[in-house]
């Protein structure tokens, strides 16, 4: 089965950084979405079509993307910032979706 | 401004039935793809399954395919997840999030999830 593969975990400090990969092959061919999940609540998007940040995301939030890899960057990393990280794409096909395992991201 | 609702989730036994429902508002539900996505416990996300917005292009993961059967009531604004066979692995929080108009690409919408728990 097709898989998204992401680090489990990333520690910053504030004012740091982030950086949380995800690698699959079908990458440079179907566009990936990035979603920040905090405990107990339903996760979020906020990142888009590879780059695109949906309203109501601070800028702090980018991500690109290089070969069958996308990365997603949090500058000036903040506390509130800690939270599961998830990207999200589809297989080849485009038919099926798939989540990678999740970053933990965790502000020191 | 978008809800999405989720209900019927609960205790059921191994080998048994559940059906749940999702109920949307502040937008044009019937233009849009939907999805389930189950969360089990402790652990990352996983994609259930995805209808269109007129319920003729339909798509289930492996783990559940043969099992689980998605549906849509667009005059109600609902979508249904019927789970049949359920077993301990499907233990879960399952969400119910809203895809975009073309295809289920990504889910910009979630619910807060209502949780599954399957047990003997």
């Known amino acids: 089965s097709y898989e998204l593969t992401q680090p489990p975990s990333v520690s910053v400090s504030p004012g740091q950084t982030a950086r949380i990969t995800c690698s699959a092959d079908?990458?440079?061919?179907?566009?990936a979405y990035w979603y920040q999940q905090k405990p107990g609540q339903a996760p979020v998007l906020v990142i888009y079509?590879?780059?695109e940040r949906p309203s109501g995301i601070p800028e702090r939030f980018s991500a690109s993307s290089s070969g069958t890899t996308v990365t997603l960057t949090i500058s000036g990393v903040q506390a509130e910032d800690e939270a599961d990280y998830y990207c999200?794409?589809?297989?080849?096909?485009?038919?099926?979706?798939?989540f990678g395992g999740g970053t933990k991201l965790t502000v020191l | 401004q978008v809800q999405l609702v989720e209900s019927g989730g609960g205790l059921v036994k191994p080998g048994g039935s559940l059906r749940l429902s999702c109920a949307a508002s502040?937008?044009?539900?019937?233009?849009?793809?939907m999805s389930w996505i189950r969360q089990a416990p402790g652990k990352g996300l996983e994609w259930v399954s995805y209808?269109?917005?007129?319920?003729?292009?339909?798509y289930y993961a492996d783990s559940v395919k043969g099992r689980f059967t998605i549906s849509r009531d667009n005059a109600k604004n609902s979508l249904y997840l019927q789970m049949n066979s359920l077993r301990a692995e499907d233990t879960a929080v399952y969400y119910c999030?809203?895809?975009?108009?073309?295809?289920?690409?990504?889910?910009?919408?979630w619910g807060q999830g209502t949780l599954v728990t399957v047990s003997s």
């Open positions: 999030a809203r895809g975009s108009v073309m295809a289920s690409s990504y889910f910009d919408y």
């Open positions: 502040g937008f044009t539900f019937s233009d849009y793809y």
């Open positions: 209808i269109s917005s007129s319920g003729s292009t339909i």
């Open positions: 079908a990458l440079p061919k179907q566009y």
């Open positions: 079509k590879d780059s």
């Open positions: 999200q794409s589809a297989d080849s096909s485009g038919t099926y979706v798939v």
